[in-house]
């Protein structure tokens, strides 16, 4: 059965950090790009960032450049994502979902979606 489950949300004070994990279950994450993805209430979900299977580059919106990092391990099947400074309008439901190989723009063609966990900054 494949499966993505997140974990590491929670709530934390503005210029925390936390770090989010998206563990793969029933393939194995070589051929695949992770992209985590986030949704606010009353907004639309958003690309957050991705991580390529092939080379292993990684992409970031802009609002989170320089804040936020993605990384794989492949022998753990599980992506992360390190979350610094962090800012009251980065709460929202952060998922994460698979796309083969490369990352793409067209967020259709992910799938696989985890169920998401959710991260509150607040003080």
């Known amino acids: 059965q494949v499966q993505l489950v997140e974990s590491g949300g929670g709530l934390v004070q503005p210029g925390g950090s936390l770090r989010l994990s998206c563990a793969a279950s029933g393939f194995t994450l070589d051929y695949y790009a992770i992209g985590w993805f986030r949704q606010a209430p009353g907004k639309e979900r958003e690309g957050v960032s991705c991580i390529s299977s092939s080379d292993g580059s990684t992409y970031y919106a802009d609002f989170v450049k320089g804040r936020f990092t993605i990384s794989r391990d492949n022998a753990k099947n599980t992506v992360y994502l390190q979350m610094n400074s962090l800012k009251p309008e980065d709460t929202a439901v952060y998922s994460c979902?698979?796309?083969?190989?490369?990352?793409?723009?067209?967020?259709?063609?992910?799938?696989?979606w985890g169920q998401g966990t959710q991260v509150t900054v607040s003080s």
């Open positions: 979902a698979r796309v083969p190989f490369s990352c793409t723009k067209n967020v259709l063609n992910f799938g696989s």
